[in-house]
């Protein structure tokens, strides 16, 4: 199976992390805010039996600390707008060194963005990660070092 064109990427707390770490295992991530097009993008990848990666930042100066294929997601409506999205994923491994910075993802950019530079063939241009544009979660280019990786 090979892996996506795109990933999603969460911030963590250093605790949270640590459990995981500690349970040497499948991971979950839990989060109120819903992850619908997550969701969505998600099971559009596995249906073209793709593997879609997560990445975690943790920290005060929120640095990219590790990854996984994520293995489901799902989002369930408790009352009134009341959600809890659940990312269950595999052993997480650690980031290298030299690439924890946030701007090492882009963010994935639009439809649009994408049929205009193949039809148009206008200059690629991609948004780096931020720590703004990384909460509830973003959906990034699923970097080289994680394709590399993963392919393994």
């Not at 969701?39 to 005060?60: C, L």
């Not at 489901?72 to 650690?94: K, Y």
């Amino acid at each position: 199976m090979s892996v996506a064109d795109f990933c999603f990427c969460a911030v963590v707390s250093e605790k949270a992390l640590q459990a995981i770490l500690d349970g040497h295992a499948q991971g979950i991530y839990r989060d109120n805010h819903p992850w619908i097009i997550a969701a969505e993008r998600f099971h559009e990848a596995r249906e073209k039996d793709r593997q879609v990666p997560i990445v975690f930042a943790t920290g005060e100066s929120l640095e990219l600390s590790h990854w996984s294929i994520v293995e489901s997601i799902d989002v369930q409506e408790f009352h009134a707008g009341a959600f809890e999205s659940r990312c269950t994923f595999d052993v997480l491994t650690p980031v290298n060194p030299i690439w924890t910075s946030l701007d090492s993802l882009s963010l994935s950019p639009s439809v649009e963005q994408l049929r205009r530079e193949d039809a148009e063939s206008i200059h690629i241009h991609r948004q780096p990660l931020d720590a703004t544009s990384i909460r509830p979660y973003a959906i990034c280019e699923t970097p080289a070092f994680i394709v590399s990786d993963a392919s393994d």
